[in-house]
């Protein structure tokens, strides 16, 4: 299932980080491109305000 970065983001990069496809950019509230997203769940792991979440 893919996962998307709410509005609760608070933009510390640690999910761009850990990203194994850079599939994060950057932004007001970073965004992840489904279309590259291998729905692997690194990111979700380290974000410090739970604002990924599966969709």
């Known amino acids: ?25 950057p932004g007001d509230i970073y965004v992840i491109d489904e279309d590259v997203c291998i729905d692997c769940g690194a990111c979700e792991a380290v974000c410090p305000s739970d604002a990924i979440i599966e969709v």
Request: net charge negative; hydrophobic share 30%.
């Open 1 to 25: 299932m893919p996962r998307r970065i709410t509005d609760a983001c608070t933009c510390d990069a640690s999910c761009v980080e850990v990203c194994p496809v850079d599939c994060i950019s």
